[in-house]
């Protein structure tokens, strides 16, 4: 065999090897990492790695976006500053990249790679597949409102503001108690992102999408059931040795908080209306726009409260107090 040939089967050898350890084949091999919920191992098994990930958003959100066009995405609010983290070209390749680039006749056009393996990992010559950030960086760097809220302005999914309990106005900073006494702990340790778990969600919760437009999320349905068993992780049995009675816990307070969201969104959405042809300098406007703030903070978290109970219904109180003075 040439030398020339030689170097293309060790070539393609290193691909396919690489591909099984991302999971970027039909079926995982990786056993690197021991699966630690057993229900989520029997779920998702059957599935590789990479076919999980093209079910969720992350793969897909760029994608349908850019398809809509230069006016259905003007429409939905959707531009540069958005692919900072839902393009891999954007991210990885070309930090100038705007939107505009993405469309049809742009330089990028036709590239609608979106939150693929590349983005969260990286090959290391000792290690293999890696993180390009670990801990709460992983997610927390995109999972962010970009900035520290301010009062006054709405708030963008904020989970790493809500989980480092970054306060704002009137509610002062609660750090979670995950955040702040539990050691190496981050967001894939409950959103268990393993070697045969690539959805990104928590076990048991399914999302819920708009059938007419899949970008849009209408409802979260959740399975207790499972989810109780991502709190038999090792990690987790310090503070959860009993995982149904803390599923009992999770599902209380995700009540009480969701009920008090549904119930200041109809405030919300009424004086969203009327605040928009109401004079700037109104004090009511003032105040809808404070209480806004509170108000979004917890509902685009989207967690309802799981990620820091205690400062979510802090903010939401804040929320009510404020939006009481519009009556």
């Known amino acids: 065999m040439s030398s020339k040939k030689w170097l293309l089967v060790v070539g393609a050898a290193l691909v396919v090897a690489l591909l099984a350890l991302t999971g970027c084949s039909s079926q995982s091999t990786t056993t ?8 989520t191992a029997k779920a998702e098994k059957a599935k590789g790695l990479v076919e999980q990930v093209k079910e969720t958003g992350h793969w897909k959100y760029f994608g349908l976006q850019v398809a809509k066009g230069p006016d259905g995405t003007k429409a939905g609010r959707y531009g540069d500053n958005c692919i900072s983290c839902h393009s891999a070209v954007k991210m990885l390749d070309d930090k100038d990249a705007k939107l505009a680039d993405f469309f049809p006749g742009g330089k990028y056009d036709g590239k609608t790679e979106g939150i693929s393996c590349r983005v969260c990992h990286k090959w290391d010559p000792k290690e293999g597949i890696t993180l390009q950030k670990t801990g709460w960086a992983a997610c927390a760097d995109c999972h962010t409102s970009g900035a520290k809220p301010t009062l006054g302005s709405e708030v963008h999914h904020p989970q790493g503001e809500m989980v480092k309990g970054i306060g704002v106005g009137e509610v002062a900073d609660t750090p979670s108690f ?94 969203s209306k009327k605040t928009a042809t109401m004079d700037k300098n109104d004090p009511k406007v003032k105040a809808f726009k404070d209480g806004a703030t509170y108000f979004t903070y917890v509902e685009t978290d989207g967690s309802k409260g799981v990620h820091n109970y205690q400062f979510a219904k802090a903010l939401l109180a804040k929320a009510e107090e404020k939006f009481a003075t519009l009556k």
């Open 178 to 271: 995950k955040y702040s006494s539990v050691k190496d702990f981050a967001c894939y340790d409950c959103h268990v992102t393993n070697s045969q778990k690539h959805d990104f969600m928590v076990p048991g919760v399914t999302s819920v999408h708009d059938q007419k437009d899949w970008v849009n999320r209408v409802d979260t349905k959740v399975d207790y059931a499972k989810m109780a068993d991502m709190f038999k992780q090792e990690k987790c049995q310090g503070c959860h040795a009993d995982s149904n009675k803390t599923v009992d816990t999770i599902k209380q307070q995700q009540a009480e908080i969701g009920k008090k969201l549904e119930d200041l969104k109809k405030v919300y959405d009424d004086w």
């Open 32 to 39: 690197e990492k021991k699966d630690t919920t057993a229900t």
